[in-house]
Structure formats: structure tokens, C-alpha cells
């Protein structure tokens, strides 16, 4: 079955980069995806990636996917303290299926 | 452009009561998602409707059930509540032309 993994928490200081990852288990994984929930807010989707991409870049969003090893990264950078926030890894096997979420990463900003 | 919509923002129901949640989705989109975050279990997909039709069902009860409506709206019922029922309930929706999946702000449910 699907299973997505991620760490739980994250502590950086403001003006550093954030590396958040996720393993995922689902060969047949066609889309992945990362999401934003801030407190008391549903999840916004901030970025996603093809499984036949290794990188995608967007502002200071960059997505690394090793599709090898099953892993998936977000790197923040320049890391504000509006980024605190849940961040959920996501994958679908495809753009029209069910999305199965990882237990989400809750980064920490310090000012 | 309005996103998915989700009503009531807040629902506080007693156990044994049934509980009825509302969601649009995004103009165009004819796939309709339900997830449920308890605190601390992440989020567990519940349901998904696509033209109508049940097309998958995650490991739940029969009490909770739903259904599409023509317009592509959707209702999430919660029968025979329990505490444990206790949860952020997300609607989310999506089109085989757009990548990726959007989500509303969600209803709180408590049951007290």
C-alpha cells in the first residue's frame, strides 16, 4: 500500500535554509506534492513534481526528488518567520487520483 | 476565481447526533476528496466522489458516508457521533486538467 514518511519537526533560524524531506513507498507514484497548512488554515499546495523530474525551482521553493531511493525534498530559502507553518509531503498516482499525505513536518521559524 | 469552499466553519455536535458537512469545489472540477486530521494523526483520506459516483473509500466506518450532488458539490455525513470524531474535516477537489489537488479551510468538528 501507499505509505508517505517525514519527520515531525523542524527548528531553523531565520535567514537559513530549510531542508524538509519525505520518503514515499508507492512505486506507481506519478505526482508529488508539497503542501502548507498554517494554524487553523486548510492546506494551501505550494509546489509538486513530476516522477520524471529531479529538480524543480520555484522563488525559494526547490524540490528534489530521487525517485531511486523513494525520496523527496523541500528546501526553503532565506527561511521567514510567515514559513512556520505544517508542511506535507503528498504523492498521487496521478493528477486525478486520490493523494496520500505524509504526517506533516511543523517547522519553526526563530527569529 | 473562488477556491473550494467548505461550510460550516465550525460544527459542535453531541455524541450519538449526526453531523452534516458541506463542500463546492473549484468551477470546473468534478472530483470531490474528504479528509480528516485529528490531532495528531495526520491526515486520513475518507472519501472521494468523481461525477456522482463513490470511486474510493478509506478504512472507515460506514457511519460516515456521502455523496455528490449534480453540481459537483458534496455533503460528508457523520452518523452516531463520537468523541473520537473530533477533527478538522478537509474537502478537497481536482479536474483531469489541472495538476494537483485543492483544499478548502476545512470544518472543525467537536463533539462533545
Known amino acids: 500500500g501507499e505509505d508517505v514518511e517525514q519527520s515531525l519537526f523542524l527548528s531553523v533560524r531565520e535567514g537559513d535554509s530549510s531542508v524538509i524531506n519525505c520518503t514515499y513507498t508507492?512505486?506507481?507514484?506519478?505526482?508529488l506534492y508539497w503542501y502548507k497548512q498554517e494554524p487553523g488554515a486548510g492546506l494551501q499546495l505550494l509546489t509538486y513534481?513530476?516522477?520524471?523530474?529531479d529538480m524543480k525551482q520555484d522563488q525559494r521553493l526547490t524540490v528534489l526528488l530521487n525517485k531511486k531511493d523513494k525520496h523527496l525534498s523541500l528546501r526553503i530559502a532565506d527561511t521567514q518567520t510567515g514559513d512556520s507553518a505544517i508542511y506535507f509531503c503528498?504523492?498521487?498516482?496521478?493528477?486525478?487520483?486520490?493523494?496520500?499525505f505524509g504526517i506533516g513536518t511543523k517547522l519553526q521559524v526563530i527569529p | 476565481e473562488a477556491g473550494v469552499t467548505q461550510s460550516p466553519t465550525h460544527l459542535i455536535k453531541t455524541r450519538g447526533q449526526q453531523a452534516t458537512l458541506r463542500c463546492s469545489p473549484i468551477?470546473?472540477?468534478?472530483?470531490v476528496y474528504w479528509y480528516q486530521q485529528a490531532l495528531g494523526l495526520g491526515l486520513q483520506f475518507l472519501l472521494w466522489?468523481?461525477?456522482?459516483?463513490?470511486?474510493n473509500r478509506g478504512n472507515f466506518p460506514p457511519r460516515f458516508s456521502g455523496r455528490q450532488f449534480p453540481n459537483y458539490s458534496s455533503e460528508l455525513n457523520v452518523n452516531a457521533l463520537e468523541l473520537e470524531d473530533s477533527a478538522l474535516y478537509l474537502c478537497?477537489?481536482?479536474?483531469?486538467?489541472?495538476?494537483?489537488?485543492?483544499f478548502g479551510q476545512g470544518t472543525r468538528l467537536t463533539v462533545v
Open positions: 478537497a477537489s481536482s479536474s483531469y486538467r489541472d495538476t494537483g489537488t485543492f
Open positions: 513534481i513530476f516522477s520524471n523530474m
Open positions: 503528498a504523492e498521487s498516482s496521478g493528477g486525478y487520483q486520490k493523494v496520500t
Open positions: 508507492d512505486s506507481s507514484s506519478t505526482y
Open positions: 468551477s470546473g472540477h468534478t472530483s
Open positions: 466522489y468523481d461525477e456522482g459516483e463513490e470511486r
